[in-house]
């Protein structure tokens, strides 16, 4: 992935160089043009969320996404679903990935081969009762996937970068501090949209990281790019 990220920027950059040849007399343009080559660049995250949705935390998180336009990944419990269909309809329709996190939040490794395979199926059909549309990605619960389950579910597993520890803390200085100071390009944060400290905390990352420059996307485009 880095290589080809490394290949692009050389290609864009070769691009400029011969554009600033061709165009020797607008060097107003060609700054420009470089300006837009480094915004291109910019450096990206994705905010991932584990255990909602949460009718009060992600209604209001949700709200706050929309303002600042930014995507979020979504990675829900199967039994959290009942009566929070609206909430995950909206997820999808305002450009949120959701993803699955077992129906019980069991730790795939500890269950029968059956359950297992029954956690990650009847959360995904819930989903798609709702969607329409299947999810791909799966963040097994606790971290622990087990690889023979690609036979059984056709699921890419996603886990984290930069674990911001807000189920512990539940503090939104300490959270937004403790990620602030270790992100760079390319994390894939986790966060859980079922404490208020830890909306609070997502949001004011959001702000800062917008700030710098960063650009906000779903694990899918982080892991396809
Ligand atoms: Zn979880």
């Known amino acids: 992935m880095t290589a080809e990220k490394c290949a692009h920027v050389m290609c864009v950059f070769t691009g400029i160089c011969l554009l600033a040849l061709t165009v020797q007399s607008f060097p107003v343009q060609t700054a420009?043009?470089?300006g837009d080559a480094v915004r291109a660049e910019a450096p990206r995250v994705a905010l991932t969320f584990d255990d909602g949705p949460d009718a009060l935390c992600t209604a209001r998180l949700?709200?706050?996404?929309?303002?600042?336009?930014i995507?979020?990944?979504?990675?829900?419990?199967?039994k959290c679903i009942e009566g929070q269909e609206d909430l995950i309809l909206r997820m999808y329709q305002e450009g949120h990935l959701i993803g699955n996190?077992?129906?019980?939040?069991?730790?795939l490794t500890s269950v029968s081969d059956q359950d297992a395979v029954r956690q990650v199926i009847k959360t995904s059909n819930a989903?798609?009762?709702?969607?329409g549309?299947?999810?791909?990605?799966?963040?097994?619960p606790f971290g622990e996937w087990r690889?023979?389950?690609?036979c059984h579910v056709e699921m890419i597993p996603v886990l984290w970068s930069l674990d911001s520890r807000d189920w512990v803390l539940?503090?939104?200085?300490?959270?937004?501090?403790?990620?602030?100071?270790?992100?760079?390009?390319?994390?894939?944060?986790?966060?859980h949209d079922i404490f208020e400290t830890s909306v609070d905390a997502a949001l004011e990352i959001a702000d800062t990281l917008l700030e710098e420059g960063y650009e906000f996307v779903t694990v899918e485009d982080m892991i396809i790019e």
Request: aromatic share 10%.
């Open 127 to 131: 989903i798609y009762e709702i969607t």
């Open 71 to 78: 995507p979020a990944t979504f990675f829900i419990q199967g």
């Open 32 to 34: 420009e043009t470089g």
């Open 133 to 140: 549309e299947y999810p791909t990605y799966i963040r097994p």
């Open 147 to 150: 690889d023979d389950l690609d």
């Open 62 to 69: 949700l709200d706050g996404l929309k303002e600042r336009q």
């Open 101 to 107: 996190h077992t129906y019980d939040h069991v730790k």
């Open 170 to 191: 539940q503090d939104t200085d300490q959270v937004v501090s403790r990620v602030l100071e270790s992100v760079e390009d390319g994390d894939i944060i986790l966060l």
